[in-house]
């Protein structure tokens, strides 16, 4: 075997950092380790290089392995770049860690309800029908160990990822040359800091359009369910539209899902049926004056007979042996140039007809060789990002799909697939956005209320909803499904859960100045806008580890969904800081809630006109109305932003980096607290008066002594400052 380390001059900085590194001498018998050694442990103990020619036959690396090139080098202080390539058609490698720590990662689909990945063996691909929701299909061949470090393993070949023995992560990949990275933190615990090189060495996600943080109401068969005097898809819509009006439900999208076209299946001959929507063109520019982006369902399948099957056909495009007359119908093999362009020209229709996005479906489902599944999702999704980018340019439109792997997060955003309309959907799709963000994956939405129909009940129960309407308000994207029985204005539904989904869908469009903002920071960082506690809180690693039904939301707000029936649960207070109830102390602005503080855990109660969703003291939250969308109701309609601010004695100094699009540039807004004086700065929020009322920007929401004052900043920034005489977190 060829060991070959390279780069002496970064391995000279990188021993500095680390006692020693091993495997400069290979050990005349036994696997060829790579360990990296920190205080005399092994803090990363690559225990063996393995190849071998079935994915079940694999052996460790010797010195007297023949055929086999291995090397290594830092790549800089922070990462090894570990290349292997041999004649053999397997490569893997196993790691193994202390008897404590566990591993996170690979896959969104949350096993057994599990924020980590014990017990779990899989290959990289759509996980399929399980427990909860069906296909949760987000994956990255990345994970990430409470030992501190994380392994992204460069490939889109097939490959799995075994975790069923206890600290040993094993993965193993169906090419003969492979490409791993091992990511050491910056400092002991942050895990940031590998998300961060991880999303550098890969992908991050872009930015998307203000619309696509939602709300989104989507049909899922506009063939039916007509209420009033609808007699077409087309009309569904405004009949939405018009529930929302009266309601002042704010909104900013709509998708159709399929059927929406002609042939089998609805799909492949590039068109909309005129049964359903007689004319197209006229619907999509109404939606958009009615203040709606519109999207449509696409999947790389060729139905029989369809436009897209014949061309495919005649020219071979079709991955051999697949049943076109079955629902699934066979994919095209997209690595053929032609096939890709044709498919990419095809769509173009839509594009032309101003539709701003689509909702990218399937390619996990037993439409191509499962070993293509990585290579041809991710060319789909870039087919569809270029279509979208030639029509729109960058940022201004938003697609989603439910199977992308790994880079294609820079080209769509994520729904977790088809969640179950029970409390086990619920707290799996809570668990399964945690682990989206772990990959990096941090445009993410679930189906508000469940999407399968489950232990024969033919809607959600009204509890449900209400409980994930709120859940949608704290995620990045909050889409809800409409129609089939399903509308919240219809029955069996009552008033109440319009009063809620109003609440939920303006307060979400409320807090978008906050969740844009955390999301530029995704696309430079690609630490999420949903993160596990542990990402936020690793000092506390023991203590919340395991947590996978509570969040932090940006890095301010502590989120605590209720997932199941009832109107208590516990919460875990994270932190050496002090959290007060966000939603009562917006809602109610003469009653102080209770101060709670971190380092405990607490029953808390919520009906379900709330949820438990708590700021920290000193927080920063921009808050405001940016567009207009559907708000027609509303002739006086102006945008606004303002910044609620919660100065406590116990933190001097805080901040917030506040996007804006105008200026696609970040500002830093500061707060000072002395004594009692209490001083906000704005960094300059230059441009802004572009776009808004300089007059009704930036007030501050300024939680002093049980009341909530407002205090107008002076124009173009400058500092404010006020008293604060007591604080409600004492
Ligand atoms: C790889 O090459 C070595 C000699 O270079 C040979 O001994 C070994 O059998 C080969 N393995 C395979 C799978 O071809
Ligand atoms: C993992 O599997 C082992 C053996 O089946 C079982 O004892 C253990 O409880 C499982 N752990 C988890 C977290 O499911
Ligand atoms: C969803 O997955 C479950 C397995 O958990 C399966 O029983 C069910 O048939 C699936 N439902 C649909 C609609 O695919
Ligand atoms: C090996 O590949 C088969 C598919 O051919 C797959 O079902 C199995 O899970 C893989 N096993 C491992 C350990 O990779
Ligand atoms: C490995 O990939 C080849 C195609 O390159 C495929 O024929 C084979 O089934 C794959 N094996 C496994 C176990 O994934
Ligand atoms: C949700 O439905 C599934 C499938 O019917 C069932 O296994 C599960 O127990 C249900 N969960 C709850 C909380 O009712
Ligand atoms: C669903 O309904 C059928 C027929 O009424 C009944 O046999 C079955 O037990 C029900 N299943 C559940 C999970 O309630
Ligand atoms: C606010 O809280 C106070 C004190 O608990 C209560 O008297 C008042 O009715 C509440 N106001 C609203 C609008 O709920
Ligand atoms: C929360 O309430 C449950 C049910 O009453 C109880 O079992 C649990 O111990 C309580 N947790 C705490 C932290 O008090
Ligand atoms: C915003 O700035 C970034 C560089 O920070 C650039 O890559 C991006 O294209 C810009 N976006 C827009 C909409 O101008
Ligand atoms: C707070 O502001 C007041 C009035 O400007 C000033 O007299 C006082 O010294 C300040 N207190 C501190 C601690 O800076
Ligand atoms: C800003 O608000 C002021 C006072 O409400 C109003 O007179 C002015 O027309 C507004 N300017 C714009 C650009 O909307």
């Given at each position: 075997?060829?060991?070959?380390?390279?780069?002496?001059?970064?391995?000279?900085a990188?021993?500095s950092?680390?006692?020693?590194?091993?495997?400069?001498t290979?050990?005349?018998?036994?696997p060829?380790?790579?360990?990296?050694?920190?205080?005399?442990e092994?803090f990363?103990?690559?225990?063996?290089?393995?190849?071998?020619n079935t994915?079940?036959?694999?052996t460790?690396?010797t010195?007297?392995?023949?055929?086999?090139?291995?090397?290594?080098?830092?790549?800089?202080?922070?990462v090894?770049?570990?290349?292997?390539s041999?004649?053999?058609?397997?490569?893997?490698?196993?790691?193994?860690?202390?008897s404590?720590d566990?591993?996170?990662?690979?896959?969104?689909?949350?096993?057994?309800?599990?924020?980590?990945?014990?017990?779990?063996s899989?290959q990289l691909?759509g996980?399929?029908?399980?427990?909860?929701?069906?296909w949760?299909?987000?994956r990255a061949?990345?994970?990430i160990?409470?030992?501190g470090?994380?392994?992204?393993v460069?490939?889109?070949?097939?490959?799995?990822?075994d975790?069923?023995?206890?600290?040993?992560?094993t993965?193993?990949?169906n090419?003969?040359?492979?490409?791993?990275?091992?990511?050491?933190?910056e400092?002991?615990g942050?895990?940031?800091?590998?998300i961060?090189?991880?999303?550098?060495?890969?992908?991050?996600?872009?930015m998307?359009?203000?619309?696509a943080?939602?709300?989104?109401f989507?049909?899922?068969d506009?063939t039916q369910?007509?209420?009033?005097?609808?007699?077409n898809?087309?009309?569904?819509y405004?009949?939405?539209?018009n529930?929302?009006?009266?309601?002042?439900?704010?909104?900013?999208?709509?998708?159709?899902?399929?059927?929406y076209g002609?042939?089998?299946?609805?799909?492949?001959?590039?068109?909309?049926?005129?049964?359903?929507?007689?004319?197209?063109?006229?619907?999509i520019?109404?939606?958009?004056?009615?203040?709606f982006?519109?999207?449509?369902?696409?999947?790389?399948?060729?139905?029989?007979?369809?436009?897209?099957f014949?061309?495919?056909?005649?020219?071979?495009?079709l991955?051999?042996?697949?049943?076109?007359?079955?629902?699934?119908?066979?994919?095209?093999?997209?690595?053929?140039?032609?096939?890709?362009?044709?498919?990419?020209?095809?769509l173009k229709?839509?594009?032309?007809?101003?539709?701003?996005?689509?909702?990218i479906?399937?390619?996990?489902?037993?439409?191509m060789?499962?070993?293509?599944?990585n290579?041809?999702?991710?060319?789909?999704?870039?087919l569809?990002?270029?279509?979208?980018?030639?029509a729109?340019?960058?940022?201004?439109?938003y697609?989603?799909?439910?199977?992308?792997v790994?880079?294609?997060?820079?080209?769509?955003?994520?729904?977790?697939?088809?969640?179950?309309?029970?409390?086990t959907?619920?707290?799996?799709?809570?668990?399964?956005?945690l682990?989206?963000g772990?990959?990096?994956?941090?445009?993410?939405g679930?189906?508000?209320?469940?999407y399968i129909?489950v232990?024969?009940q033919?809607?959600?129960?009204?509890?449900?909803?209400?409980?994930?309407?709120?859940?949608?308000?704290?995620?990045?994207?909050?889409?809800?499904?409409?129609?089939t029985?399903?509308t919240p204005?219809?029955?069996?539904?009552?008033?109440?859960?319009?009063?809620?989904?109003?609440?939920?869908?303006?307060?979400h469009?409320?807090?978008?100045?906050?969740i844009?903002?955390?999301?530029?920071q995704?696309t430079?960082?690609?630490i999420p806008?949903?993160r596990?506690?542990?990402?936020?809180?690793?000092?506390?690693l023991?203590?919340?580890k395991?947590?996978?039904?509570q969040y932090i939301?940006?890095?301010?707000?502590?989120?605590?969904?209720?997932?199941?029936?009832?109107n208590?649960?516990?919460v875990?207070?994270?932190?050496?800081t002090?959290?007060?109830n966000?939603i009562?102390?917006?809602?109610?602005?003469t009653?102080?809630?209770q101060?709670?503080?971190?380092?405990?855990?607490?029953?808390?109660?919520?009906?379900?006109?709330?949820?438990?969703?708590y700021?920290k003291?000193?927080?920063?939250?921009?808050?405001?109305?940016?567009?207009?969308?559907?708000a027609?109701?509303d002739?006086?309609?102006?945008?606004?932003?303002?910044?609620?601010?919660?100065?406590s004695?116990?933190?001097e100094?805080?901040?917030?980096?506040?996007?804006?699009?105008?200026t696609?540039k970040?500002?830093e807004?500061?707060?000072?607290?002395d004594?009692g004086?209490?001083?906000?700065?704005?960094?300059?929020?230059?441009?802004?008066?572009?776009?808004?009322?300089?007059?009704?920007?930036g007030?501050y929401?300024?939680?002093?002594?049980g009341?909530i004052q407002?205090?107008?900043?002076p124009e173009?920034?400058?500092a404010?400052?006020?008293?604060m005489?007591s604080?409600a977190w004492?």
């Amino acid at each position: 075997m060829k060991l070959r380390i390279l780069n002496s001059a970064a391995i000279a900085a990188f021993l500095s950092l680390f006692n020693s590194a091993t495997a400069t001498t290979i050990p005349a018998t036994g696997p060829v380790p790579i360990r990296i050694t920190s205080g005399g442990e092994a803090f990363v103990n690559n225990n063996a290089v393995l190849i071998g020619n079935t994915n079940t036959t694999l052996t460790p690396i010797t010195a007297s392995t023949k055929g086999v090139t291995l090397t290594w080098q830092p790549l800089k202080h922070h990462v090894i770049k570990v290349e292997v390539s041999s004649n053999y058609s397997f490569t893997g490698a196993q790691f193994t860690v202390p008897s404590s720590d566990k591993f996170f990662g690979v896959w969104e689909y949350p096993f057994h309800g599990q924020l980590d990945n014990t017990n779990v063996s899989l290959q990289l691909l759509g996980v399929g029908n399980d427990e909860g929701i069906n296909w949760s299909n987000a994956r990255a061949p990345f994970f990430i160990s409470t030992a501190g470090y994380g392994v992204y393993v460069d490939t889109l070949e097939m490959g799995a990822f075994d975790f069923t023995t206890p600290n040993m992560a094993t993965f193993n990949f169906n090419t003969s040359s492979l490409t791993y990275y091992i990511i050491l933190p910056e400092k002991e615990g942050s895990f940031k800091s590998v998300i961060r090189e991880y999303t550098e060495l890969s992908a991050r996600i872009e930015m998307p359009p203000d619309s696509a943080y939602g709300p989104n109401f989507w049909s899922d068969d506009f063939t039916q369910d007509f209420h009033g005097n609808v007699s077409n898809a087309q009309e569904n819509y405004f009949d939405v539209i018009n529930h929302l009006a009266e309601n002042q439900i704010r909104a900013t999208s709509m998708f159709a899902d399929r059927p929406y076209g002609t042939g089998n299946s609805s799909f492949g001959n590039f068109d909309f049926n005129p049964k359903f929507y007689p004319t197209p063109a006229k619907f999509i520019s109404d939606l958009a004056s009615a203040g709606f982006d519109f999207q449509v369902w696409v999947a790389n399948r060729a139905f029989l007979y369809t436009e897209l099957f014949n061309a495919s056909v005649a020219n071979g495009w079709l991955f051999p042996g697949i049943d076109p007359v079955q629902f699934q119908g066979p994919a095209l093999n997209l690595s053929i140039p032609a096939a890709y362009d044709y498919f990419k020209s095809h769509l173009k229709y839509f594009t032309d007809l101003g539709v701003k996005g689509f909702k990218i479906d399937r390619g996990e489902e037993s439409e191509m060789p499962f070993y293509e599944q990585n290579i041809q999702m991710t060319l789909f999704e870039k087919l569809c990002h270029e279509v979208m980018i030639e029509a729109w340019g960058l940022g201004n439109y938003y697609s989603f799909a439910r199977s992308a792997v790994d880079r294609a997060r820079s080209l769509t955003g994520i729904w977790n697939g088809d969640s179950h309309a029970n409390f086990t959907g619920l707290q799996y799709s809570v668990t399964s956005g945690l682990r989206a963000g772990i990959l990096g994956f941090s445009m993410w939405g679930s189906d508000t209320g469940g999407y399968i129909r489950v232990a024969n009940q033919t809607v959600p129960t009204e509890e449900l909803w209400a409980r994930w309407m709120w859940f949608s308000a704290f995620s990045p994207v909050f889409e809800v499904m409409v129609g089939t029985g399903h509308t919240p204005w219809y029955a069996p539904y009552t008033s109440s859960l319009v009063e809620i989904l109003k609440t939920t869908a303006n307060l979400h469009v409320s807090l978008v100045p906050y969740i844009r903002s955390y999301t530029y920071q995704a696309t430079k960082t690609g630490i999420p806008v949903m993160r596990a506690l542990w990402l936020e809180y690793p000092d506390e690693l023991d203590a919340v580890k395991d947590i996978g039904d509570q969040y932090i939301f940006g890095s301010e707000f502590l989120v605590a969904p209720m997932v199941t029936t009832g109107n208590s649960r516990e919460v875990y207070f994270p932190g050496s800081t002090k959290w007060i109830n966000y939603i009562s102390l917006t809602s109610n602005t003469t009653s102080i809630p209770q101060v709670y503080a971190g380092g405990q855990t607490t029953n808390v109660t919520a009906s379900v006109e709330e949820m438990p969703v708590y700021v920290k003291e000193g927080a920063i939250i921009p808050t405001g109305d940016l567009h207009q969308n559907n708000a027609k109701w509303d002739a006086n309609w102006k945008p606004y932003l303002n910044f609620e601010v919660f100065p406590s004695f116990d933190v001097e100094c805080s901040s917030f980096s506040y996007y804006s699009r105008e200026t696609n540039k970040t500002v830093e807004i500061e707060m000072k607290v002395d004594g009692g004086n209490v001083t906000i700065t704005n960094g300059g929020f230059g441009g802004l008066d572009k776009v808004w009322n300089v007059t009704s920007i930036g007030e501050y929401w300024v939680y002093v002594a049980g009341t909530i004052q407002r205090v107008a900043i002076p124009e173009g920034g400058g500092a404010v400052s006020m008293r604060m005489e007591s604080s409600a977190w004492e």
